[in-house]
Nanobody, 126 residues
Framework: QVQLVESGGGLVQAGDSLRLSCLDSGRAFSRYAVGWFRQAPGKEREFVAA????????YYLDSVKGRFTISRDNAKHTVYLQMNNLKPEDTAVYSC???????????????????WGQGTQVTVSS
């Protein structure tokens, strides 16, 4: 059973970096794509990035391309989100989730993901 736990959030200044981690404590998501999403107060949940189970393909929200990098280490049951050059508009609760189906084709729809973690807060001050 996939059980995801996020960590690594915090309060940083614009231009700083953070690395988020998504640990699958159930050790079951190695064959599924994993996505990172974020939700700011008063806004809908937004796709940020996703990575295929093999790590061979990655997908990004246009506004984070070139600044964020998603990666995974299946041996450690962990997916990472390296966030560089953070901006105040990146402020949100960041959550990870596993794709609902083993075949993932790059969907940005939260409905295509499951087993959401509790989230980790990222706050970027200007």
């Amino acid at each position: 059973q996939v059980q995801l736990v996020e960590s690594g959030g915090g309060l940083v200044q614009a231009g700083d970096s953070l690395r988020l981690s998504c640990l699958d404590s159930g050790r079951a998501f190695s064959r599924y794509a994993v996505g990172w999403f974020r939700q700011a107060p008063g806004k809908e949940r937004e796709f940020v990035a996703a990575i295929m189970w093999s790590g061979g393909s990655t997908y990004y929200l246009d506004s984070v391309k070139g600044r964020f990098t998603i990666s995974r280490d299946n041996a450690k049951h962990t997916v990472y989100l390296q966030m560089n050059n953070l901006k105040p508009e990146d402020t949100a609760v960041y959550s990870c989730a596993a794709a609902t189906r083993m075949v993932y084709t790059g969907s940005h729809d939260p409905a295509d993901f499951r087993s959401w973690g509790q989230g980790t807060q990222v706050t970027v001050s200007s």
